[in-house]
């Protein structure tokens, strides 16, 4: 197929960001390949659009599954090959004409993420299942080129015979340029402290060292040079808005400029990219070129020590290892793809600077002989992320890391209809969710790398984007607090009651416990293939502290890759219940089924005292903790079910309202929604900890009782698995 170019050139004084926000925020899949620092030469164009053009579509894969379009239409074709073989099909049989001579590469293309995970394809390593899609396309047919350089704006529209759609689309969208509402630029982010950071890490430090030195056993065996081990950040979030991820983004930008930054936005996740770091270019001359960076050194507020940091870099031994062993690796990797005897390295372990860090970047160049689809595919993941020899350092990484990567570590940018691509490296990211944020970091591990350093580097490069993120990092909330407030809160309220604790909130096994050893944590929530286990983290945070209570050891990892491999076999575009359960020993065990739809959208509910179910005890800890020990409360919304309710509510012994056998209540008085506190005697909802978060609610505690239920205007129950149910009470009188 081939498409010809209409190009329109303007003069513009509007900023970028003013530019998106107009056009494209508010689109479900949109792009902006941000060159929020321009250096000559590596960055001066920003390209900026969304899936509204008549011929764009979204490409997905995940490993070891089928790659699909979605069509405007809203078909989805199925195509069985992987994403390298696609997008080299896809874009050999397609080309592009355009009689305007332009100063950038991208011609329109595909624009997206390929996700680390990729290297299943590239190097034939399986490595962990990803929660999100392990690449994802968009192919852009419209769109923006914004020259940093000249402040000229160049509207690029691709049709396939008739071009007044096109024209059309160009006019129209000059016409919207002239309303564009400039706004001043956000303020840079204050750097956070290290400490803010660390309580945040999937591997703390004590797991963190301890990986450092699994890398260097195997090094020091001869299994690899080196090795570049990375953690994650993860962030639960407050409830949030679109507009407030992207205004996030702009802090970012604002505070770690960057070359090949970037801003991506679907409907389930966005990505805020500041990545100083270049994976490929291959330009229309048929050149490709890589810029991968190892070494890093703090910056300095005092210009003389920041010059000290700057200097001692470029003299490090260790960091002169690492780039030199990177440099060598990407020769190999570009040979592959590149005419032979022909790679160099103009620019090897030069200097560049940000804002918070200063790093050692060098430049491999070479002629291409193979298609651009192969030469990326040749070279992936990138080798600054990897080490060396890659296929074998992927491996050990597998193994010692034990969570897959995702987007992070991967490459984001274009690869063009003319032959041409631009990709980044994936680093100083945060990648949203509507409950999470994660940032991955790391570092290269070498024989000769220090660990307490290595462990101080890696908090460094977060500090950037997570300082940038705080805005949106979740409070805590009445009735449900972060894991050690809630294992100390539980911990006090077991010692009231006269059972005993061990230093470091575990609680030994208490009379009642050692009576049952079936006893269990449990989590059960909606699932689906695409798009796993909703309000994951919130569960996780909860099933961590409730195990710390108890002394139960947990396996974070372990559970996280049981679920995505139950979700990676669920049906498409079909709801499951599932369910998590953790014994003392440590042992999960996880089942799924289809979840089965209510048959009304107003669920019946039954009050406990009417079915002769007796006042239940505020001040039962175990209420505290989704576990086995709620035999009453089972019982409960099992006689409900027999009677065509959905669930029935309890009251403590002061005649106040709590929770139901298998839900959380909320009564609006007023005009304003009220749950029971925890101090009534409740466990601490999922779902009602989302709803107290969510200000669109306007929702918090108080005491409630038998009268207040009675008067309100509504009133609804709550689950994870479910979500909010309109509700209604029943009088129907236990035999």
């Not at 894969?61 to 073989?85: A, C, K, M």
């Not at 991968?292 to 003299?315: C, F, H, Q, Y």
């Not at 099933?543 to 996280?560: V, Y």
């Not at 609804?716 to 236990?734: D, E, H, Q, S, T």
Request: with cysteine.
């Amino acid at each position: 197929m081939t498409f010809d170019c209409v190009v329109k050139r303007v003069k513009t004084s509007a900023q970028a960001a003013d530019i998106f926000r107009s056009l494209f925020v508010n689109s479900a899949h949109s792009y902006w390949l941000d060159s929020s620092r321009v250096n000559t030469g590596y960055a001066r164009f920003s390209f900026m659009g969304d899936d509204s053009g008549p011929h764009a579509h979204v490409v997905n894969h995940r490993v070891g599954q089928s790659t699909t379009v979605e069509l405007p239409s809203g078909e989805t074709i199925t195509h069985n090959t992987d994403i390298f073989s696609f997008l080299d099909s896809t874009l050999s049989d397609t080309n592009v004409r355009t009689e305007t001579e332009l100063p950038f590469d991208f011609r329109g293309g595909y624009v997206g993420y390929l996700g680390y995970e990729l290297m299943a394809v590239t190097e034939q390593v399986k490595g962990r299942s990803s929660q999100l899609p392990d690449a994802q396309l968009l192919f852009s047919d419209r769109f923006l080129a914004i020259d940093h350089h000249d402040n000229m704006l160049y509207l690029v529209a691709l049709h396939d015979g008739d071009s007044s759609g096109a024209r059309y689309w160009i006019e129209s969208t000059c016409d919207r340029l002239k309303s564009v509402v400039s706004r001043p630029a956000p303020q840079k982010a204050e750097i956070c402290q290290p400490t803010a950071v660390q309580k945040y890490l999937l591997h703390d430090k004590s797991r963190y060292l301890a990986n450092i030195g699994q890398c260097q056993e195997k090094i020091k065996a001869g299994e690899s040079y080196e090795i570049c081990l990375t953690n994650r950040v993860q962030i639960p979030l407050r409830s949030h808005g679109e507009q407030e991820v992207f205004e996030t983004y702009l802090i970012l930008r604002e505070t770690n400029p960057a070359p090949y930054a970037c801003f991506i936005k679907n409907k389930a996740f966005s990505i805020l990219c500041s990545s100083p770091e270049r994976f490929l270019k291959i330009n229309r001359g048929g050149e490709v070129e890589a810029r991968p960076i190892k070494g890093t050194m703090p910056r300095d507020e005092n210009p003389e020590r920041d010059e000290v940091n700057r200097t001692a870099l470029s003299e490090d031994k260790r960091f002169f290892s690492e780039n030199l062993m990177i440099v060598d690796l990407l020769r190999n990797d570009l040979s592959r793809s590149c005419i032979p005897g022909t790679i160099s390295v103009p620019a090897l372990m030069k200097v560049e600077s940000y804002a918070t860090v200063h790093q050692l970047v060098s430049t491999i160049r070479g002629p291409l002989q193979s298609s651009v689809t192969q030469c990326v595919a040749g070279c992936f993941p990138g080798g600054s992320m990897t080490g060396a020899p890659k296929k074998r350092t992927l491996e050990i990484l597998n193994d010692i890391e034990g969570v897959p990567r995702g987007i992070y570590s991967g490459a984001i940018g274009y690869l063009s209809l003319n032959a041409t691509a631009d990709l980044n490296i994936v680093i100083r990211t945060i990648v949203i969710t509507p409950t999470m944020a994660e940032i991955g970091v790391g570092g290269a591990i070498t024989y000769l790398s220090d660990a307490e350093q290595e462990y101080d580097e890696m908090i460094l490069k977060a500090l950037a984007p997570f300082s940038a993120m705080r805005r949106l990092i979740e409070q805590p909330t009445p009735g449900e607090p972060h894991s050690e407030q809630m294992a100390s809160r539980a911990v006090a309220q077991m010692d009231d009651a006269g059972m005993s604790a061990c230093k470091g909130y575990q609680l030994t096994r208490c009379t009642a416990l050692q009576s049952r050893l079936d006893f269990q944590l449990f989590e059960t929530t909606y699932a689906t293939r695409d798009q796993g286990v909703r309000h994951l983290e919130r569960h996780l945070r909860r099933l961590q502290s409730s195990a710390l209570c108890f002394g139960f050891p947990i396996k974070e990892t372990h559970l996280r890759q049981m679920l995505s491999a139950h979700c990676a076999g669920m049906q498409p575009d079909t709801p499951y219940r599932i369910r998590a359960a953790l014994n003392a020993s440590g042992e999960f065990q996880v089942s799924a089924a289809p979840l089965i739809a209510l048959t009304s959208d107003v669920v019946d509910i039954l009050l406990a005292p009417d079915q002769g179910f007796a006042p239940q005890s505020s001040k039962n800890e175990y209420l505290l903790h989704k576990g086995t020990l709620r035999e009453e409360y089972d019982r409960a919304w099992r006689a409900a079910e027999e009677q065509g309710a959905f669930d029935m509510l309890f009251f403590n012994e002061r005649d106040e309202l709590t929770e139901g056998g298998r839900s959380n209540v909320f009564v609006n008085l007023d005009g304003r929604w009220w749950t029971p506190p925890v101090s009534s005697g409740l466990l601490p909802g999922v779902m009602r900890s989302v709803i107290l978060n969510d200000p669109a609610w306007s929702s918090a505690e108080r005491v409630l009782t038998r009268a207040d239920l009675e008067r309100a205007d509504a009133f609804m129950v709550c689950n994870a698995l479910r979500g909010p149910l309109k509700a209604r009470i029943v009088n129907r009188a236990f035999a």
